[in-house]
Structure formats: structure tokens, C-alpha cells
């Protein structure tokens, strides 16, 4: 295959939730005529979709309502059945000095914003299934290997996958924080440990999760219940990481104590349905999003505490971002790989970013794991929002997803970008 003529207008290195969604997206808004897009997804480790009666994986996530509309836009929402996804309606979020149902404590309810839910909490892997199945429907083309290099002769980049050289207009790396797409770029990245590690793991409860998600600031770090389908919640602790260590080597019975203690009994006694992971926490941001011909999103550009949640919701903006940027360039006669479209989803997503990691990193310093005097303002500050209606629905418009600049998928209705 000739440079000239390249057999993909985009390829996606990433077949996690983010580069699928980003694929589906694409394939369903140009899949079709003289005009089509080809889009080629590179992905050596598919995963099995989750059994029908299957436990549920330790491995969830809350995909705000932002997400939620990108998902059906892409046509995956409608593949994840309904039994393994839970809504939930209100978050609690209270500090290690009050009860969790004080009066101060920091309740979030949909109705505030006069939604039915304020997200969704669902498996990773069904969302990436989903997302796979539904580009495959639009006509996008799986390929079954793994990226080991590239080299850019514009118009096009020549990349290596396996045994084979494809070639490509647009490349976008989306195979997360290690990406080796990224690093084939030479795109500097600003990385730092938070010295953190979380403790994730699904547990059953003595009293129902009232379809609430549940976050304590510990002073030591940060616990959180999120509500599953099946009546459990998933945990996920975040610790200094000799305490992480500590508790994950407890025996099982002694961990499920802490977790009582940490909860403030919350939801009663709790007993662990899966295996404990410990999952290293760091932050990341690319300097640039962008290269020739060349697009980083999701993990590949970006990542953030999880405290907030919004790791892969952020990715799925950046997914419909990109998408959206692309196609209009495509449909006024633009190379799908120009410089000016990826000017454009580079200065859009790094403007929407900033503020967001900035808040994040601020819970996690003052709320989390703070003791002096601003994180007490801090924590006391929680009781005012709870006060404050105004406030609070500009905190859930946060948590929705639902603030900014959002792509045409992201808005109301999940507006098609076709």
C-alpha cells in the first residue's frame, strides 16, 4: 500500500472504552457512501463480554450523564444490559469529623437538578464490549494486534502492527497512561506519584446502598461505596502507600473490620465478595495533545486522581471532542489528519481540563488529606455548599457533566453528529 493511498483515514491504537467510543462515533457519522470514513482500530487484547449470571467485576466506574449521551450516540449504551448497571440518585460526601447522616454532611440528589439519577456505575469491561460491538455494527474493522512503532511520511503515518505496516491520515493514540504511541511521538508528559495507592474491591453490606454513592475524607485519604446492580457496592480506598500495603495484607476478616471503621459503619458490617486490588495512583498530563497526524486522548493525554470519578469521563469527552473535530473538517473537503482540526481539539480539551484538574487535585490535598487550617476551612466548607441550593446544583452540573464546552454528543439528547 502506497503512501498515496493510505488504507485508513483513521487509525486508533486502543480498544479500551475511549478509543472504541471514539471509533463508534466516527464509523456511525461517516460509515456509509462515496464520502465514508475508514476507520481501523487497533486491539490486541479484547476482552470476552461479561456472562449473563456473571459476578460482577471489581473493575466499575460512574459514567456521568455527559457519558451516558456519548455512549448512546455511539450506539453502546443500548448493548450493556440493564441488570448489571445501577443508577444512582443521590452522593453523600462527608468528612471523618462528622456522622455520614449529619446535617452538615454534603448530600448531592438528583432531583436538585431535576434529573432521574446523577449517573450510572457499570463495569469498565461492559462499557469497552459495548463500545467494540457497537463500532463493529457501524462498519469499523478490529484488528487484532498491537502497535510497536510508526513513522510519519505526510500525508499519511506508516505504522507498525505486528508482522504488518498499515498506513493512516489520522493517528490516535488511546492505549492509556503507559502509551506507547506517546512515547513513539516523543510527546514530554508532566507525571507525579501522589505516593497513593487505591484499594478497589466489590463488598456486600448489612444495610442497602439506597442507590446513594457514599465518600468519606479521612484526613488519611479518601473512601468510597458506589452502588452496584446486584446489591453490593464497590470500594474504592485511597491511602498513603505503606497504610495501602498494611491493609491489603490483612487477612480478610481484619480488612472487612478497618473498612467498618474507615466507613463509620455507614452501611453496616461489609464482607468482601472479591479480591482486593491495589491500584498505584499517579497524575499525568501530555504537554501536547497533538503531532503531525497524530491525536492523544484519554489516559494517553490525562490523568487524575480518581477521588472526583471522572478519569473516563474526561477520556469520553475527549473521545467526542475529537470526533466531532474530525467530521466537520471531513465534511468541508478537510483531511481528516490536518493540522487545523487538531488544533482545534487540542486548545478545546486542554482549556476544558485545566480547571477540572486543578479541583480535583485541590480535594485531594485540602479535603483528603489535609490537617491544617485550610483543610479545616475546607471541611467546614462542605456544610456551606450543602446550604447553598444555588451551589449545589453547580456541583452536580460538575458531576452530570454537564458544564463547559461540551460536543454535540454530550448534549441534551445525545445529538447526532451526522
Known sequence: MSAAAPRWDVLIVGGGPVGACAGALLQRAAGTGRRALRIGLLEPARPAPPAPEA?????????SRSSERILTTAGAWERMPARRVQPYERMCVWPAHLPARSPDALVFDAA????????AIAENRLVQCAALEAFEAAGGTVIAAGFSGLAIRDPDVQVRAGADVLHCRLLVGADGARSRVR??????????SYQQTAIVANVRTERPHERTAWQRFLGDGTLAFLPLADGSSSIVWSLDEASARERLAL????FEEALLAASDGVLGAVRLCTERLGVPLRRLRAERFTAVRCALMGDAAHVVHPLAGQGVNLGLLDAAALAECVLLAHRAGEDPGAARPLRRYERWR?????????????FNRFLAHGSGPLAQLAQHGLAWVNRSETVKRLFIGQALGLTGELPAAARLGGAPLS
Open 183 to 192: 512515547d513513539a511521538l516523543g510527546l514530554a508528559v508532566r507525571e507525579a
Open 112 to 119: 436538585y437538578a431535576g434529573e432521574a439519577n446523577l449517573g
Open 251 to 254: 487477612p480478610a476478616a481484619q
Open 55 to 63: 459476578a460482577l467485576d471489581a473493575r466499575v466506574s460512574a459514567w
Open 350 to 362: 486542554k482549556s476544558e481540563l485545566a480547571p477540572m484538574t486543578l479541583a480535583i487535585d485541590g
